[in-house]
């Protein structure tokens, strides 16, 4: 801060100079030197100001920023706590190393994508797995091999961390990114919405046939006034709708993830049932009938079930909803679910490659790990942290996200993702709003041309209108 003071001193001894050579100047009838130094005067008075006022914010933000090792992440206010822990335990072992943490609130992915264009990201960034592909592309993230062979600080991803974690982040045999938590979607529900209704809760494996039983008792006009209160299930968006659609045996993409496979009777059941528990059985409110958020809703008990993963269960722990966990219904696909991880990822223009990969090994260790099993934010990306995961909460059942890894699937994911999600959702919708029926959903899928640039799509005499 030296030099901050140094620096506005100076300007203001220059502008009380130019302020006397003014003064002197008009004394002497020379105007246009009197004027001169009078603005000159101004300037370096008002400049030193500046320097005086904001120099303290420019040293923290941006001092710092030189100097420290920076993290960023996005999340809840939770999250955030969570993250402060992570990094004062970091901080514990490695008091050298100065850390700056950039919580990110808002438009993370686009935010990182600017600072990662103009080559001034985060040392470490949090990092999910759909974007990934087409960020490794562009040669901003370091190549983490290398790194995890560090002595004294190796990783052992194929041992140690669970296998759809690491396939996440890995590309022809390259890790770009070292997991940290994720997990798999399941059914979470509402205990006091089922014994409201009588209603037994789910088994530990159920069919389809089943849920829908189940569904029907849930859903009820509760005070007598012709309109439903009480409804069983929240219908989510095509990538929460993926569990179920895995389980009917369809798909979006072929395992090459290059050809167009949302097509055939598999995926017209998927979409289906998905349109008709809305409209057809109605035990999911349509989008008018709930003047609430989803979330408000399910903590009222207005709905009974919906579709997440271990990530919504802090927020139903803190609020002390009485809530459990259910896997989804089988169907003619046998069990199903998509899993989803986020990593830590080294900015490959980093000048602390070194402090980097000591944050990243430590976030990723046992201590800390066992800190994000507390929160139960995710599953662990360590699978030796399991156990706190699934005991820090012992009313609810979180090892059946657990048990679920066996035979949870990847999520079709591509560098052409956002495209595709896009004009998915965009025609998801129309189907949910009973606009247009399944297979006219799917027709249109399989013809749209910004996907056909992008994969190989189902012949045209296959989508022919009947």
């Not at 985060?122 to 974007?131: G, I, N, S, Y």
């Amino acid at each position: 801060m030296g030099g901050w003071m140094t620096t506005e001193l100076g300007l203001w001894l220059t502008a009380a100079a130019l302020a006397g050579l003014a003064a002197v100047a008009s004394r002497l009838d020379a105007h246009r030197l009197a004027s001169a130094s009078a603005w000159a005067s101004l300037a370096a008075f008002s400049l030193g100001s500046c320097v005086w006022l904001f120099a303290d914010t420019y040293h923290h933000y941006y001092g710092q920023k030189e100097n420290a090792l920076r993290i960023s992440y996005w999340g809840s206010y939770r999250e955030h706590e969570m993250w402060k822990e992570i990094v004062a335990a970091f901080r514990e072992r490695h008091p050298d190393i100065p850390l700056k943490r950039e919580y990110i609130t808002d438009r993370y992915e686009e935010k990182i994508q600017q600072l990662l264009l103009s080559n001034d990201a985060p040392d470490v960034m949090l990092f999910q797995d759909e974007p990934l592909p087409r960020f490794i592309t562009s040669d901003k993230f370091q190549p983490l091999n290398d790194f995890c062979r560090t002595q004294g600080l190796e990783t052992d991803l194929d041992r140690d961390y669970w296998d759809t974690a690491v396939q996440s982040f890995r590309q022809d045999g390259q890790a770009y990114g070292i997991p940290i938590w994720g997990g798999d979607c399941l059914l979470i529900y509402n205990r006091d919405a089922f014994r409201n209704a009588g209603v037994p809760e789910p088994p530990p494996q159920w069919t389809m046939d089943e849920f829908l039983t189940t569904c029907k008792h849930l859903t009820a006009d509760t005070d007598g006034d012709g309109r439903l209160d009480r409804f069983a299930f929240d219908i989510p968006g095509w990538v929460y709708w993926l569990p179920f659609h895995y389980a009917f045996g369809a798909e979006y993409l072929d395992p090459t993830r290059k050809r167009w496979a949302l097509w055939g009777p598999e995926a017209e059941a998927s979409f289906q049932l998905w349109q008709d528990l809305r409209y057809r059985f109605h035990v999911a409110p349509h989008r008018a009938e709930l003047t609430e958020g989803g979330n408000v809703a399910f903590l009222t008990g207005r709905v009974a079930m919906f579709v997440s993963g271990p990530w919504a269960m802090p927020p139903l722990n803190e609020a002390g909803v009485d809530f459990d966990i259910a896997d989804i219904p089988s169907g003619p696909g046998g069990h199903g679910t998509r899993v989803t991880w986020d990593a830590l990822v080294m900015f490959a223009g980093s000048t602390k490659k070194d402090w980097a990969w000591k944050f990243i090994h430590f976030a990723t260790s046992l201590p800390a790990q066992e800190i994000v099993a507390r929160y139960q934010r995710s599953v662990p990306a360590l699978k030796a942290a399991k156990d706190a995961f699934i005991h820090a909460n012992p009313k609810v059942q979180a090892k059946r996200f657990i048990d679920a890894l066996v035979y949870a699937r990847f999520q079709p994911i591509t560098e052409h993702w956002m495209l595709m999600s896009r004009e998915i959702g965009s025609e998801t919708d129309l189907m949910l709003d009973n606009r247009q029926t399944p297979a006219a959903t799917l027709r249109r899928l399989a013809r749209n041309p910004h996907l056909a640039k992008c994969f190989e799509m189902p012949r045209e005499d296959m989508t022919r209108d009947p």
